[in-house]
């Protein structure tokens, strides 16, 4: 299973109490849920961007893993109580040295390769985003839904409450693809930022779990030792 697939498979855990709900609350007709993190990750122009700037940033992303290499050697030499970590007296022992100098170059490279190969994947989930709205209003006038709530602010619901994917769907009709080179004078906006930083942190969280089982698969699959 593919880490896109393992975001995009239902919670095991449901996502809405509709009864909890106070009787002044409660709505005349059909509630949904919708996780637009899982909505945006699970279309083809998301997929297909990511891949693209894997691709097109290779340069850049490989030039980061070694200037990475190079602050953590360089840090080594701060680390004078031999601890394996460097504390702010350690850093204001060496701040007039030619070694603090060079960590905050490389500190500054780091950062700029690390918001070029961001900005081209924040690019592309803002383009993405700028048609959920129409999605999910398709969605919505399809199955005669009356409210959409987010799932992460409920307790419990019924599995066919979810309806990511269908508007997923209706989001790879209307943005079957997208560019990863932003504008010279482009600006993220706040929200397509907020909704990245999310989308990594759960690619991470399943990166994790799937390095995880693979292990535990390895371990299983062993040989038992005499």
Same mark, same amino acid.
């Given at each position: 299973?593919?880490?896109?697939?393992?975001?995009?498979?239902?919670?095991?855990?449901?996502?809405?109490?509709?009864?909890?709900?106070?009787?002044?609350?409660?709505?005349?007709?059909?509630?949904?849920?919708?996780?637009?993190?899982?909505?945006?990750?699970?279309?083809? @122009?998301?997929?297909? !961007?990511? +891949? *693209?700037?894997? =691709?097109? &940033?290779?340069?850049?992303?490989?030039?980061?893993? %070694?200037?990475?290499?190079?602050?953590?050697?360089?840090?080594?030499?701060?680390?004078?109580?031999?601890?394996?970590?460097?504390?702010?007296?350690?850093?204001?022992?060496?701040?007039?040295?030619?070694?603090?100098?060079?960590?905050?170059?490389?500190?500054?490279?780091?950062?700029?390769?690390?918001?070029?190969?961001?900005? @081209?994947?924040?690019? !592309?989930? +803002? *383009?993405?985003? =700028?048609? &959920?709205?129409?999605?999910?209003?398709?969605?919505? %006038?399809?199955?005669?839904?009356?409210?959409?709530?987010?799932?992460?602010?409920?307790?419990?619901?019924?599995?066919?409450?979810?309806?990511?994917?269908?508007?997923?769907?209706?989001?790879?009709?209307?943005?079957?693809?997208?560019?990863?080179?932003?504008?010279?004078?482009?600006?993220?906006?706040?929200?397509?930022?907020?909704?990245?930083?999310?989308?990594?942190?759960?690619?991470? =969280?399943?990166?994790?779990?799937?390095?995880?089982?693979?292990?535990?698969?390895?371990?299983?699959?062993?040989?038992?030792?005499?």
């Amino acid at each position: 299973m593919t880490i896109f697939s393992r975001l995009l498979a239902p919670a095991s855990v449901a996502l809405c109490a509709l009864a909890a709900l106070p009787a002044q609350a409660q709505v005349e007709g059909r509630i949904a849920t919708v996780d637009i993190s899982r909505t945006v990750i699970g279309t083809t @122009a998301f997929q297909t !961007a990511y +891949e *693209q700037v894997n =691709t097109t &940033y290779a340069q850049q992303n490989e030039l980061r893993r %070694t200037k990475a290499q190079e602050r953590q050697t360089l840090l080594l030499t701060f680390d004078t109580n031999g601890d394996k970590q460097v504390d702010d007296a350690e850093l204001a022992a060496k701040q007039n040295s030619p070694d603090f100098t060079k960590l905050q170059t490389l500190e500054g490279e780091i950062q700029q390769l690390s918001n070029q190969i961001d900005a @081209a994947r924040v690019y !592309a989930i +803002e *383009q993405i985003i =700028t048609q &959920y709205g129409a999605a999910l209003q398709d969605v919505t %006038t399809q199955q005669q839904i009356k409210l959409v709530v987010d799932p992460g602010s409920l307790l419990f619901a019924a599995p066919e409450a979810d309806v990511t994917q269908q508007v997923t769907t209706a989001l790879n009709t209307k943005v079957p693809n997208v560019g990863i080179v932003p504008p010279a004078d482009w600006q993220p906006s706040r929200e397509a930022v907020q909704l990245y930083q999310d989308i990594q942190q759960r690619l991470m =969280t399943a990166q994790m779990i799937q390095q995880r089982q693979q292990q535990q698969q390895g371990n299983q699959q062993a040989p038992a030792g005499r």
